[in-house]
């Protein structure tokens, strides 16, 4: 079981992780946790936690540039389909903790092009869903509207669409197939159209951030593979250099598969009412064992549970609070119902203060973002 090494970062499936590195030659982010550390950069709670685990050029791409004084930015998209969740705030705190201690210009894509081409959803809503959903909610994490570009992709505007005419004479099927299986023309547009959410803010029109690194699970890397091919491709032409990325383990959803909003019982919203998400909480799937006195005697297992998920990226934010977790429930000196007491609470007030922010974040958003007129 989970290798019985005592790391309260870990999980049990980091033997995946490991693969994956080895395979598509993501390299273990810890490699520039001491580059880092020499240019005095803080780390972020989840590259501490190893929850960032690997990068491609973020030494090269970012790290460089800071160290020569030049700008960077940090770009990412979210599909506006459903509603906001713990999945997608792990990547905004990404993006909060990249403008506030790097200064990194903040880029935000919503991405209804895709939204529509994949989903079928309603123009309107997905629209809507943007504004009032994805946008206010990050807003309301601390994301500073002043310092975020939040655009929808139909309303981009003409050089963006430019590189995605380009693009398309640049690539062939047979190279799609290779990185997504099965295409469809709506498969291949949603893939180009990404491309150019990623490097377009490298054009002058967008300010020329030539230095761009895009944090992802590790299931969008396919996306990142042929957007550095694209931007090898484009190089001369439009003066395009490859983006860096950061990939971070996905949390789990609350019976341990993929945390997702179509499985709203297992899914924490950030606006779920607290007794709501508490409820939820309070039957999640834990590392605990069949009785009370077989977890007195052997502990739990805090690598299995998806109640510690949360504590770890989200909830407990101090280290030494959440390493005391890790060893009382390894220890079994604590119990899943005291432990899910706790956590009840933090989820309570985390929500709550959430909440409190989001009316306001909400008619910030519709003031911002302008959206597409069909
Ligand atoms: N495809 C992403 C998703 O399914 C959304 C997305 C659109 C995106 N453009 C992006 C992600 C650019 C990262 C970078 O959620
Ligand atoms: Fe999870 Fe807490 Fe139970 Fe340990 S004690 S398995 S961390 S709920």
Known sequence: MAGERLDPWGTVEIKDYDRLR??????PFSEVIPKMRELGLPLSLHMRRNIIFGHRDFDKVILEG???G????????????????FGHKLTVDQLIYFQRELGAKVFVALADAEAYAVRRLPRKEIVRLGIEEYVANMIALGLDPDKTDFYFQTNRGAPYYRLIQLFSGRVTM??????????TPSKIVAALTQAADILHPQLDEYGGYKRIVVPVGADQDPHLRLTRDLADRL???AGLERPASTYHKLIRGLDGAKMSSSRPDYTIFL????????WKLKRALTGGRATAEEQRRLGGVPEACTVYDLYLYHLIPEDNDLVKIYRDC???TMLCGECKSIGAER????LERHQARLEEAREIAKSIVEPPSF
């Open 22 to 27: 080895r395979v598509f030659g993501i390299k």
């Open 66 to 68: 800071i160290a020569k």
């Open 70 to 85: 030049e700008k960077i930015a940090i770009l990412t998209g979210f599909m506006p389909s459903g509603k906001f969740h």
């Open 174 to 183: 047979a190279e799609m197939e290779a990185i997504y299986g099965d295409v």
């Open 235 to 237: 190089h001369d032409l």
């Open 271 to 278: 606006t779920d009412p607290p007794d709501k998400a508490i």
């Open 330 to 332: 390894r220890s079994g």
């Open 347 to 350: 989820l309570r007030e985390f």
